[in-house]
């Protein structure tokens, strides 16, 4: 496997430059969960509207001690505009949340309808990798593994019912195919 190289032109400031966008030309965030790895960029997006599961954003708060690392309080911990949501809800036109707890108490997973590639799941944590799948694998550092593996399968049942794309959280083969930025899907 070979491990990513970060360097100062993947900053998301600069990755939406790529693509034309600003900051404050992004009016919605959706966490899925607030771990510090999906969390980094949020202090940036001072105009947005944040989704979070109010499930997440109290135990982000007040983790339990063997799960707090991944809790950083200065990646999400900001004066920003948090709606804090119980359940699934269509978010704007074509892009919903369902909850999908297991990795963490209040994990959600974003559903993308796209009028040109049709629906396509983004599973953050809920699902890692594609390996996950099988068995199911419950994620890594679990809040809850039998929500979590609940979770994998109303995944599955998802993928099959809308006839979706689904794309995991840290799949180490990602990029083999998918287009990077500033390639988009429609």
């Known amino acids: 496997m070979v491990r990513p190289t970060i360097t100062r032109d993947d900053d998301i400031r600069e990755r939406l430059r790529e693509l034309g966008v600003s900051i404050n030309d992004v009016k919605v965030v959706i966490n899925t969960h607030l771990h510090w790895d999906h969390t980094g960029g949020n202090r940036f997006f001072r105009e947005s509207v944040f989704i979070v599961q109010k499930a997440e954003y109290r135990f982000?708060?007040?983790?339990?001690?063997?799960?707090?690392?991944?809790?950083m309080e200065n990646h999400f911990k900001h004066p920003l505009n948090y709606q804090l949501v119980e359940g699934a809800m269509e978010v704007v036109p074509g892009v919903?949340?369902?909850p999908t707890p297991g990795h963490t108490a209040g994990h959600q997973t974003v559903i993308v309808n796209l009028p040109e590639g049709g629906p396509v799941i983004l599973c953050g944590d809920a699902v890692y990798c594609y390996a996950s799948l099988q068995g199911p694998v419950p994620p890594g550092h679990c809040w809850?593994?039998?929500?979590?593996?609940?979770?994998?399968h109303q995944l599955i049942y998802l993928r099959?019912?809308?006839?979706a794309k689904l794309i995991p959280g840290h799949?180490?083969?990602?990029w083999k195919e998918f287009v990077p930025s500033p390639m988009s899907y429609r």
């Open 171 to 174: 799949e180490p083969d990602l």
């Open 144 to 152: 809850s593994q039998p929500f979590a593996v609940n979770s994998i």
């Open 60 to 71: 982000a708060l007040y983790p339990d001690r063997h799960l707090s690392a991944p809790y």
């Open 96 to 98: 919903s949340v369902v």
């Open 160 to 163: 099959r019912a809308l006839g």
